[in-house]
């Protein structure tokens, strides 16, 4: 079976955990910022695209060099094996980043990269012109940086945070694929009751009722390398077994998302029903002040609004006040905000355990950790 050179790219502070990911699937790493290395062949495609919970994408390394004018970047383009992986009608649009290069022109770049996989794949198909590009998809990215070019083709299709259950979102949703990290990070488990009392649209509580029960993230949706010919509709046939073989419906879940805005509540009611957690999850439409904490040694997760405008912050930190002091009471239970508020444990009124820098979208956070005593 042929062996591939594979990177799940994440967000920045989140490759461990994809890192991590990726060894529970059974294949070795490298890591570097944002990015996770492993080999492994077409299953090993598909399944890291199904699992993922963490990661942004899978991408095939087609092949690097190193190249300063257009005729290296031509030539060393075309001496990549193309035919190994595009089809002769594959559609392959070419996107193109350059970072601190000779070779800064990107469209120029771009049109150049094309044009080589073009001459490559006429060669090696005993044709002349222009390709018909009329099947399946394959995006390219020719990435130079510091004069290093690297081609890679994308087999995610769609970011693999795009589960497939979001009907419906308020004005600033976490990311699926950081809403996981986040409760993956608690180190939760089934056994604990887990409540978001700031749920939005209720993308954190879903995504740990996804982990509780390991239900493959990749479950609904579809993936662009599912139409490329030399991966077979066996290997997909087999992965998305597996992950039915493995997902564990009836784990009992305690699962509490609450939030004041009752048009948020009833979206992820939506949500929750989409991604097949009819009767699982508890959503109450409550404000923060009355919130209330139920059971012991459980584990809060939330996303709490930052406030860009002097009313919002106050908002933010009179929220982080209220939360410290109602959790102040709970001793067993153990608290996880991310926040962008420099001064989060003076209004939390507690020193946290940990504390890790993450980025939601542009902004960056802390992931502010208060572990409880468990009892």
Request: hydrophobic share 40%; charged share 25%.
């Amino acid at each position: 079976m042929k062996e591939f050179n594979l990177v799940a790219t994440s967000a920045m502070g989140l490759e461990g955990i994809v890192a991590d990911e990726v060894k529970a699937l059974g294949y070795k790493t490298t890591t570097e910022n944002g990015k996770v290395y492993f080999t492994g062949d077409t299953t090993a495609i598909a399944r890291t695209n199904m699992w993922l919970r963490v990661a942004d994408r899978v991408r095939i390394i087609v092949g690097e060099f190193q190249a300063k004018t257009f005729d290296e970047l031509f030539e060393k383009t075309k001496a990549l094996p193309w035919e190994t992986f595009l089809p002769v009608d594959a559609a392959f649009p070419v996107a193109g980043k350059s970072v601190k290069s000779t070779l800064y022109s990107v469209p120029d770049c771009q049109a150049i990269a094309k044009k080589a996989i073009v001459e490559r794949l006429n060669q090696a198909y005993n044709r002349q012109g222009f390709l018909p590009e009329s099947g399946p998809l394959f995006k390219l990215e020719v990435s130079i940086l510091k004069d290093k070019v690297t081609f890679t083709i994308d087999t995610s299709g769609t970011g693999l945070h795009r589960r497939g259950y979001r009907v419906g979102q308020g004005e600033a949703p976490i990311k699926e694929t950081l809403a996981a990290a986040l409760v993956l990070l608690t180190k939760w488990n089934p056994d604990r009751p887990f409540h978001d009392p700031l749920c939005g649209s209720g993308t954190i509580p879903i995504e740990a009722a996804m982990i509780g029960q390991n239900i493959a993230p990749g479950t609904n949706r579809e993936f662009s390398s599912e139409h490329w010919p030399w991966i077979g509709q066996d290997v997909w046939d087999r992965v998305r077994e597996e992950a039915e073989d493995l997902a564990n419906y009836d784990q009992p879940l305690t699962i509490l998302g609450s939030d004041v805005d009752p048009r948020m509540i009833q979206i992820s009611e939506l949500n929750a029903v989409e991604a097949g957690f009819v009767d699982l999850i508890k959503w109450e439409q409550k404000d923060i002040s009355e919130l209330e904490v139920h059971g012991v040694n459980g584990v809060m997760v939330s996303n709490p609004p930052y406030g860009e405008r002097l009313g919002e912050v106050e908002e933010a930190e009179e929220i982080t006040k209220t939360i410290g002091k109602i959790m102040k009471h709970h001793p067993s239970w153990s608290v996880y905000m991310i926040s962008p508020l420099e001064n989060f444990e003076a209004l939390y009124g507690k020193k946290t355990s940990k504390k890790r820098k993450l980025f939601n979208g542009f902004i960056r956070t802390d992931y502010y950790q208060f572990w409880g005593k468990r009892q």
